[in-house]
Structure formats: structure tokens, C-alpha cells
């Protein structure tokens, strides 16, 4: 017998709060002549298909209902007795899908077809409420469309938040206290991560504790760090705070700062690189393209001495290798290596080699207050060389020769240094013009000895001639 099923209400969405979730229908059983099928028990079959009425069936149920007076019977899919799938597995997104109803007016299970149609509007608002719900192990997607969709108000606090706002694609996750998360403290495209975050300019980024990246595209990571720099990035802990926030760019902004400080009232960076690129490294204002607060270290490996070349050319020239190399020698000298050959170096127990010539600036034109040295001679006298021995163990050991600075400072005390511990030392090179003086003065001597020399050798010859 054919079955006429007139359709009042299909597919009302039905949604509870606890599972289950169906679609209601609702309609009017008919038999074969059109009459009303009255106060009677009927059985129902319904097939959720994909693609189209007659494509791959995803769902099956049978169930069964009562018809009123006038034939109107109500049924909920996804209520009844699974004959095969699960509705709730359907994913109404993905295709096409239609529902057939079959119909026993008997309430048995010799069910006659009752007509397709194609579900239309009413199955999405149940992919709607699956997008929107979180699953164990299942992904989460809501779309929106930038500048559209609700408005967020302020959000209240203290507490823990979960905020995606798809009006100005921002994030923000984590626990608040204060009102960094409102409306006005949003960036678009930002995201804010931990407690207390701020990020407000456009595609920014903050994480942590505290942290607050103010400008666009910046980003902030760890605890009461801020960065304020157009494309900056600040990372530690209570950065130093110099400085407005500014989305303009100027060649000594700040672009990547490490924080190491302990506090509010700490604030500090181990390392600064301003945008023309010179580094800090314990300065906050770095005057040059590496610019060190306190001493370094540079330590060698196996087959490498530790040092610094040095190259002034304009150009990357990697053939010819650096012009010059200055570090260890080796564990006890330290020195220049310039062209092929270490140049100078000083060892460990003070000496110095010098592969060439040493000069000293001596041009007239540097000088002034210009007096002849008085007395070298005289002075010379005065000073005893000696040969003598280290009394340290760490200076060059066997036999030395020199003079000793307290007898050369009562007599020429320009010559004297006396340094930090009261130590002295010669300037020995100084000796010279003394030396040179005092010479000067034996060969004046020396020459009115070889006159008077030379007046009496000829005396003596006179003398010689004029005996008989």
C-alpha cells in the first residue's frame, strides 16, 4: 500500500544541552485513498543520505509514534533506535544531504517510502553548535571576517580569561587583574598570552607575566618586559624602561633588548642592538657598532689562538686573509701579527720583542720651553750600572743589567715613574740625550788636552834641537 505523508514542520532544530541533538519532524499520515490515519501507533524509518536522494546513506534509525486524531505525528531524528552510523558524526558542512522517511501505518517494520527531501538551513545550525564546542582530541575552528561580527565589551576582572575576538582577529588567554584586556588595550591581529599581558598595537605580541608590547609588531616575552619600538623585540625579565612608545622608526630605537633586571625599581638590559645595528653589551646607549661594559674574555680552541683580527679594507676579501691579527702567541706571549710575522709581543715575565724599528715623535714643531741640558756629566757620575737578579719568580730569570731608579731620580728625576703601589721605574731612552751631552763635553776636554799636548811636543822638539 502507498503510503501519503504530508509534511507540516521538517527538520525544526532541536539542540539541548546534554546530549542528544536531533531534528524534529512533524507530520500527517495518510493511506493509500488520502484519508487521515487516526490514534494509531506507526513506524518510522528514518535515512540521512549524501550527495543526493539516492546517494550513500551516512545514518539510519528506525522508531516508532502515535498519530493524533487528525494524523499528526511528531518524531525527533537522532532519537530513535541506530540501525547503522551515528548522527552526531555527520559532518553537515562537508556535502548534500537529504533525509528519506518510511513509514509501516501497522507500527511494524514493513515500511513503505514516504518521500526524500533535501535538508537545507536547519543542519548547519548543528555544524554551528559542533564548530563552537571543544572535544577531546578534536580541533576547534570558528571562522568571522575582520572588521565585522559583535563587539566586545570590557572584560571584568580579576579571573581567568579565553577571549577570541574575530572583529579584530586578536587573542588573548590567561588570567587578568587589571584592565589590559579591555577594549581599548586590544591590538588587531595581536595576542596576549599569560597574566597581565598587554598588546596593543597592531600584530603584536606579548607573553608572560606582565609583559607589554605597545607598538605595532612588537613582541614581548617574559616577565615585566616592555618593548616600545616599531618591529622591536624585547625579551628577560624588567627591561630598561627609557623611552615612549612609538610606531615611528629612527636609526637609535631599540630593537631587540634582553632584559636582566630584578624589579620595577631594577630595571636593566644585558644586551641592547639599537636599528643602525650597534650593539650594547651592558650599555643601554651603545655609541658603536660593539660597545662593551667591562671587561672580556676571549678564550682559543685546539690549533687557534684567541685574538682579534683587524682588516681595513672596504671590501670582503677572502683570499688574501686579515690584515692583522692581534692576540695570544701562544700561552705566555701575547702580540701583533701583522703582513707574515708576529711583530711585537710581550711575554708573560714582562719583556718585549719588537721585529723592527721603535721611533718616538721628536719633531721640533710639537715642542716647546726648549733648554739645553745642564751638567749631564756631572749627572752621569752619580749613577752606578749594576748587574743584579730578579727577586720575583715570574720575571725573566739570569743575569740582568741596569740602574736603579731611586739613585737615577736624585739627579734626574724627569727620567722616574713611580706608579700606583710605588714602584719605579727608568725611562731609559731618555738616558740618550744626557749621554750625548756628556760626550760631547769629554770630546771638548779632550780636545784642549790635545792641544796643550800638541804645544808641548813642540817645545820639547825645540829643546831638542838646541842642545850641542
Not at 32 to 56: E, H, L, M, Y
Not at 367 to 383: Q, Y
Amino acid at each position: 500500500m502507498k503510503i501519503f505523508l504530508s509534511l507540516i514542520l521538517l527538520l525544526s532544530f532541536s539542540a539541548m544541552s546534554q546530549s542528544p541533538q536531533g531534528l524534529s519532524f512533524q507530520g500527517v499520515a495518510r493511506d493509500a485513498s488520502g484519508k487521515v490515519i487516526p490514534s494509531q501507533a506507526v513506524g518510522i524509518r528514518f535515512t540521512v543520505r549524501q550527495t543526493n536522494a539516492g546517494g550513500p546513506i551516512q545514518y539510519q534509525e528506525v522508531q516508532s509514534a502515535t498519530t493524533g486524531s487528525s494524523g499528526v505525528f511528531a518524531a525527533v531524528v537522532g532519537e530513535g533506535n541506530p540501525v547503522s552510523g551515528e548522527f552526531s558524526s555527520i559532518k553537515w558542512a562537508n556535502d548534500k544531504y537529504f533525509l528519506q522517511v518510511e513509514i509501516d501505518p501497522a507500527g511494524g517494520n514493513a515500511f513503505a517510502d514516504a518521500g526524500t527531501s533535501q535538508l537545507l538551513s536547519v543542519p548547519y545550525a548543528l555544524h554551528a553548535k559542533e564548530a563552537t564546542s571543544w572535544q577531546n582530541d578534536q580541533p576547534v575552528v570558528q571562522t568571522g571576517v575582520v572588521g565585522q561580527g559583535g563587539m566586545l565589551t570590557d572584560v571584568p576582572s580579576p579571573g581567568t580569561r579565553l577571549i577570541w575576538y574575530p572583529r579584530l582577529g586578536a587573542f588573548r588567554a590567561g588570567e587578568i587583574t587589571n584592565d589590559a584586556w579591555n577594549v581599548a588595550e586590544i591590538g588587531s591581529y595581536s595576542i596576549g598570552l599569560g597574566k597581565n599581558t598587554r598588546a596593543v598595537g597592531s600584530g603584536s605580541v606579548a607573553i608572560g607575566r606582565s609583559a607589554e608590547a605597545l607598538v605595532s609588531d612588537a613582541i614581548a616575552l617574559g616577565h615585566g618586559v616592555s618593548s616600545k619600538n616599531h618591529y622591536s623585540v624585547t625579551l628577560g625579565a624588567f627591561n630598561n624602561g627609557d623611552g615612549f612608545p612609538s610606531n615611528s622608526t629612527d636609526a637609535n630605537d631599540r630593537i631587540f633588548q634582553l632584559g636582566n633586571g630584578s624589579g620595577e625599581n631594577d630595571r636593566r638590559n644585558a644586551i641592547t642592538v639599537l636599528r643602525k645595528g650597534n650593539v650594547g653589551v651592558g650599555v643601554l646607549y651603545p655609541g658603536y657598532i660593539l660597545d662593551i661594559n667591562g671587561r672580556q674574555r676571549i678564550k682559543h680552541t685546539s690549533g687557534n689562538t684567541a685574538g682579534l683580527f683587524l682588516d681595513g679594507t672596504q671590501t670582503d676579501d677572502y683570499n688574501i686573509g686579515p690584515a692583522a691579527f692581534i692576540g695570544m702567541v701562544n700561552d705566555n706571549q701575547v702580540g701583533f701579527y701583522i703582513g707574515d710575522a708576529w711583530r711585537f709581543y710581550v711575554h708573560a715575565n714582562g719583556n718585549a720583542t719588537l721585529g723592527g724599528t721603535l721611533t718616538q715623535n721628536s719633531d721640533y714643531r710639537l715642542k716647546k720651553d726648549l733648554v739645553a741640558l745642564p751638567e749631564s756629566r756631572a749627572k752621569l757620575m752619580g749613577i752606578t750600572g749594576y748587574n743584579y737578579h730578579w727577586k720575583s719568580n715570574d720575571r725573566q730569570k739570569g743575569l740582568q743589567t741596569g740602574l736603579i731608579a731611586q739613585e737615577v731620580e736624585k739627579l734626574l728625576p724627569e727620567l722616574v715613574e713611580t706608579d700606583g703601589n710605588g714602584y719605579k721605574s727608568v725611562n731609559y731612552i731618555g738616558l740618550i740625550p744626557h749621554l750625548i751631552e756628556a760626550f760631547k763635553a769629554l770630546q771638548t776636554d779632550y780636545q784642549a788636552v790635545k792641544q796643550v799636548n800638541q804645544a808641548l811636543e813642540s817645545r820639547v822638539k825645540l829643546l831638542e834641537y838646541a842642545q850641542p
